[in-house]
């Protein structure tokens, strides 16, 4: 992973290589590794678990970094939320299966979004259980609309958080109190915490105008309003890794669902960059 960071940080052609190489290595190593599980052994050998996960997180976020091909990263997703599912919403109350967990809302939210495609961390169990000692922040509650089966879409519903209520939300909002210290990440600025939010609830209000409303504007208004927040995280000279992924897949989905020609060319333009 370091090496693959160095290699995308620098450009480097011969170590960029090398990262390619040690991937290989590692997702044929990762799969003899699967298979050794016993399915009906899973729940018992969580130290087993936890190492295919962790494995599975760094093969995905390689491929996020470095793609293959467009959203490349997705099957690591999905092979990761299999391993969980084994450990179970219970296990995940515990680190580090929280913060694995944590971290696949978060990237799951984007395929809930691009592909209209759910998963289990939709159903009320998994909304609710990992949450019990530590408790849910704004953000939790926003990826969790992202996560939800899209009935209330179909019938143009209210989502239940607008962007109107989020910007008073603090820094300490964000992480969990009792999670050791765990955090989204550390941009600076409680404005650049509330421009996230505020990307994320916009997206989904894109993804169900486009679905409910025939009329274009608010289509367009939310696009514009997208693609200048990411402009803004983007112009910052540090971007935590995770943040510019959040970024850089609303880029992609502002591209996807923009009724605009020229605000989709920009969202690939800004994609792109």
């Known amino acids: 992973m370091k090496l693959a960071f160095r290699a995308v940080a620098e450009n480097d052609v011969s170590l960029k290589a090398a990262a390619y190489q040690y991937y290989s290595s590692g997702l044929e190593r990762h799969k003899a590794q699967l298979h050794q599980l016993v399915p009906w052994q899973r729940h018992q050998r969580l130290d087993s678990i936890l190492n295919l996960l962790l494995m599975s997180m760094a093969l995905l976020e390689f491929e996020m970094m470095a793609p293959l091909a467009a959203d490349s990263w997705v099957p690591h997703a999905y092979g990761a939320l299999g391993l969980l599912e084994q450990v179970g919403p219970e296990g995940c109350q515990e680190s580090p299966f929280f913060e694995i967990f944590w971290q696949l809302r978060f990237f799951m939210s984007y395929v809930a979004l691009s592909a209209r495609k759910m998963s289990f961390l939709g159903s009320q169990t998994w909304m609710e259980i990992p949450f019990l000692h530590r408790g ?59 421009r996230i939010v505020r990307i994320l609830v916009e997206l989904r209000e894109l993804v169900s105008a486009c679905a409910s409303d025939p009329s274009p504007k608010r289509q367009e208004s939310l696009s514009a309003a997208i693609l200048a927040d990411c402009k803004h995280l983007m112009s910052q000279p540090s971007l935590p890794f995770n943040v510019g992924l959040q970024v850089t897949s609303a880029a992609s989905l502002v591209a996807q669902y923009a009724s605009d020609s020229l605000q989709k060319q920009e969202a690939e333009r800004l994609f792109t960059d």
């Open 136 to 194: 849910k922040t704004e953000f939790d509650r926003v990826i969790d609309t992202l996560l939800l089966e899209d009935h209330q879409m179909s019938k143009g519903e209210p989502l239940g958080l607008e962007t109107s209520d989020l910007w008073q939300i603090s820094d300490r909002d964000f992480g969990h109190e009792r999670g050791a210290g765990f955090k989204f990440a550390c941009l600076g600025e409680n404005a650049d915490f509330e």
